[in-house]
């Protein structure tokens, strides 16, 4: 039997780009179009794409040991056949050099034989039928991420997307091991998913009847009734489990404005917000002034430890404020009188 087409891939680049995409691919046998994983074989890439029209996958591989064909073949294998594949051969570290392990694949006009060719003597092999190939849905694929890509991003104020298909996408970033990157783009209804130098992908978004949209509304509005009460007792919460606060003696050469001291903690606990920034339009004082009575509050243990640029955690319940306060004139009266 002659060989039409040989090439060599790295193990590991083959098994991320299959494990990748195979989960896109329709999983109805009876709509055969999309039931299959394709194989776009070019002269530097093996590029693999599937798509259920739900989602779709693409990923590339590279083409090690010379080139491959100038006009790109299409091989379109079942996914139970590529499931076959990964069974069968277990992966390699890539390296930017060099693969660790290598695979060849012997291509037919109507079969594909996957070979481990990493050492001396040609290890296991596998052979697989070729499907038939027309355009169909997924030779559409391609084109569809190069609009997105090329596209430029826009902001979506909402989308409804089916939580299984964002599911699938998981695959890529367990075989890549890179973040999920998601975009919307202009003139594009799918949003574009990236992940590592290696695959992209889209994820159709959901048609909603009216009745869906305006029961997903009521919920909005539900939550916009519960969350400012569940955001305040979480604060409360936060603030009395740490304890009683035990404030430092009001040190009057360093505070000598304790009035401004004290509306300036009354207003960090009662908004529980420790923000120099809320400090300075409130009061009315510079931003450098408002930044000092913060780190005053920390010594004193009323807010946390800075954070960035997030405003402090206050340690103190708003309920605690008056005996905080009362404690605080205390010992301010008390530091006052021992220097007289």
Known sequence: MSVDLTIKVGTGDFRQALNSVRIHACADKDVPTIHRIRLAISIENVTVTATDMFTAGLAIVSIWDGYGPEETVTVDLLPEDVSKVLMMHPGGKDKADEPELMLRLDLTGERVTI??????IDGRALTIPRLPTDGGSLGTIPDLILKGHASPAVVVSDMVVSGDAIARFKAASSA???????EAHAGVRALLVRCGESFLGLLMPRTLASSERDRMTEWSSGWDRR???IAAAARSELATSAGPVQVEPVDLDANPDIDLYLHAVELVVKTQFGSPSMLQRKLRIGFAKAARLIDQMEEAGIVGPRDGSAARVVQVAVD?????????????TEASEGES
């Open 227 to 229: 969350l400012p009460g």
């Open 115 to 120: 070979t481990d060719c990493s050492g001396l």
């Open 176 to 182: 890549y091991g890179d973040p999920l990157e998601v």
């Open 320 to 332: 605690a404020v008056d005996d905080l306060l009362a404690a605080l004139r205390g010992e301010a």
